[in-house]
């Protein structure tokens, strides 16, 4: 009797581990999201501005609902501007290994409109923060302007303190 209920007890185990992995197997309705640009490129571009540094602006209420509404937009005219705006990842990679560096211009010439789009998203953010809010902003983006390699940087935010002049 007891030898029955063990086996009893594996085939169960047996039987929903392969169940499960067929149903996993099957899941085709969720792929991965698209990755854009290799491992920093457009993958800064998913959003406006970056989820895990949220919370270091201590934003109200509204101002997240704001970000949540400006957010969901970006991401509905990032998809489209990527839709009509294809990247050649072969060739982007192609460059990359080889250091084709007027190649890697082109892409990033073209990826320009993009960044610009995400640009006045972030200046519609920018307009609901409070002065030091903006502060906090500007020292967060400089700081991850900053970590990027410096073949992958863009261009600092308007709102940037230009360096002295000489």
Do not use: C
């Not at 800064?44 to 934003?59: D, G, M, N, T, Y």
């Amino acid at each position: 009797m007891k030898l029955l209920k063990v086996m009893t007890a594996t085939a169960i185990v047996a039987w929903t581990g392969f169940a499960w992995t067929v149903a996993q197997a099957e899941n085709t309705t969720n792929p991965p999201p698209a990755h854009h640009g290799g491992p920093r490129g457009d993958a800064q571009l998913e959003h406006i501005f970056p989820p895990k540094s949220v919370p270091s602006l201590a934003l109200t209420a509204d101002q997240k609902t704001g970000l949540d509404s400006l957010e969901a937009a970006f991401k509905k005219d990032a998809a489209k501007w990527r839709a009509d705006n294809p990247v050649d990842e072969a060739a982007m990679k192609q460059a990359r290994d080889t250091g084709d560096k007027e190649a890697m211009r082109q892409f990033r010439e073209k990826r320009q409109g993009l960044v610009d789009l995400r640009k006045g998203y972030l200046d519609k953010f920018r307009a609901t923060l409070t002065a030091e809010q903006k502060t906090k902003l500007d020292t967060v983006l400089e700081e991850l302007h900053s970590k990027q390699p410096r073949s992958q940087q863009h261009p600092k935010p308007a709102s940037a303190t230009p360096p002295p002049a000489e």
